[in-house]
C-alpha cells in the first residue's frame, strides 16, 4: 500500500526566510504528486501537481516542488515566505488508479 | 460557481445518535470521496464514489455508510456515533482518477 511521510510536524519561520517542506512516499511505480494547503478555517486547496516531464514544478503564490524520483521524494520550496503563507501544507500521491494517499501535513508558522 | 458544497458546517452529536451529511458538487464530477481530518493523521479516506449509484470502502469505513443516489451529491451517514468519530469532515470530488480533487469547507462533528 502507498503511504506518504512528511518530514515535519510543525515549522516556524521568520518573513523572508526561504521554506523546504519534505515530503516522500512509498511505492515504486509511476506516480503522480500534490501539494495542498489548507488556511486556518478553509478547505485544501491545490498549491501544484506533477505528473510527468521536467520534476521541477512551479506552482501558485510562488511555491514550487521538485520531484526527485531516486529518493521518492517531492520537497516543496519557497524563497521567501510571507506572513500569509501561514497554513498547513499537505503531500498527496495518487498511483495507477489508485485513491489519493495523503501524508499527515506540516503546518507552518511565519512569524512577522 | 459554488462548486463543493457540505451542510452542516457544524454538529453536535450524543454518542449513539444518527446523523447524515450532505455533499454536493455542481462540477459534473464522476468521483466523490469523503475523507476524516483528524490531527497529525492528514486525511484518511473513509468512502468514495466513482459514479451515480455506486460506493466503495476507502481506508477507514467502519460506522459509516454513503449513498450516491445523485450524480452531484454524495451522503455519509453515521447510525450510531461515537466519540471517536469526532473529527472535520471534508468531501471532495473530481472528474477524474488522477486529476486534482476539490475540496468543501468541511463539517466540524463532535461527539459527546
Known amino acids: 500500500a502507498q503511504s506518504v511521510s512528511q518530514h515535519n510536524h510543525h515549522v516556524i519561520l521568520s518573513e523572508a526566510a526561504s521554506l523546504e517542506l519534505g515530503c516522500n512516499y512509498s511505492?515504486?511505480?509511476?506516480?503522480?504528486l500534490f501539494w495542498y494547503v489548507q488556511y486556518p478555517g478553509q478547505h485544501l486547496q491545490l498549491l501544484l501537481k506533477?505528473?510527468?516531464?521536467?520534476?521541477l514544478v512551479k506552482g501558485i503564490k510562488g511555491f514550487e516542488a521538485e520531484f526527485i524520483k531516486s529518493k521518492f521524494s517531492f520537497n516543496l520550496r519557497k524563497p521567501s515566505v510571507q506572513w500569509s503563507d501561514t497554513a498547513e501544507y499537505f503531500c498527496?500521491?495518487?498511483?495507477?488508479?489508485?485513491?489519493?494517499?495523503f501524508g499527515p501535513g506540516t503546518r507552518l508558522s511565519v512569524l512577522p | 460557481n459554488a462548486g463543493v458544497t457540505q451542510t452542516p458546517k457544524f454538529r453536535v452529536l450524543k454518542t449513539g445518535q444518527s446523523m447524515t451529511l450532505l455533499c454536493a458538487q455542481d462540477?459534473?464530477?464522476?468521483?466523490m470521496y469523503w475523507y476524516r481530518q483528524d490531527p497529525g493523521m492528514g486525511l484518511r479516506l473513509i468512502h468514495y464514489?466513482?459514479?451515480?449509484?455506486?460506493?466503495a470502502k476507502g481506508e477507514v469505513p467502519d460506522g459509516y455508510n454513503v449513498s450516491r443516489l445523485k450524480k452531484q451529491n454524495f451522503l455519509l451517514g453515521l447510525e450510531s456515533a461515537a466519540p471517536s468519530q469526532t473529527s472535520v469532515y471534508f468531501c471532495?470530488?473530481?472528474?477524474?482518477?488522477?486529476?486534482?480533487?476539490?475540496f468543501g469547507d468541511g463539517t466540524r462533528l463532535s461527539i459527546l
Open positions: 471532495a470530488s473530481t472528474d477524474n482518477w488522477v486529476q486534482p480533487q476539490h
Open positions: 511505492y515504486g511505480g509511476t506516480v503522480n
Open positions: 506533477y505528473f510527468s516531464g521536467d520534476p
Open positions: 498527496a500521491v495518487n498511483a495507477n488508479g489508485q485513491n489519493f494517499v
Open positions: 462540477m459534473n464530477h464522476e468521483y
Open positions: 464514489s466513482v459514479g451515480e449509484g455506486t460506493t
